[in-house]
């Protein structure tokens, strides 16, 4: 399949390496915004409700 795009097997590994990595920070980053997003509200609720 690599062939056919002109692609050899060891660029394919390389290029499939780096999109894990990336992948892998991306998420890695949104996950922690969602959090302090929602850290950050429960603190304000905290607060209000005093």
Same mark, same amino acid.
């Given at each position: 399949?690599?062939?056919?795009?002109?692609?050899?097997?060891? *660029?394919?590994?390389?290029?499939?390496?780096?999109?894990?990595?990336?992948? !892998?920070?991306?998420? !890695?980053?949104?996950?922690?915004?969602?959090?302090? !997003?929602?850290?950050?509200?429960? *603190? *304000?609720?905290?607060?209000?409700?005093?």
């Amino acid at each position: 399949m690599w062939e056919e795009l002109g692609i050899s097997g060891g *660029t394919a590994i390389i290029i499939l390496t780096a999109l894990y990595f990336i992948i !892998k920070w991306a998420v !890695k980053n949104g996950v922690k915004e969602a959090y302090e !997003k929602i850290a950050r509200e429960k *603190t *304000t609720n905290h607060l209000d409700k005093e």
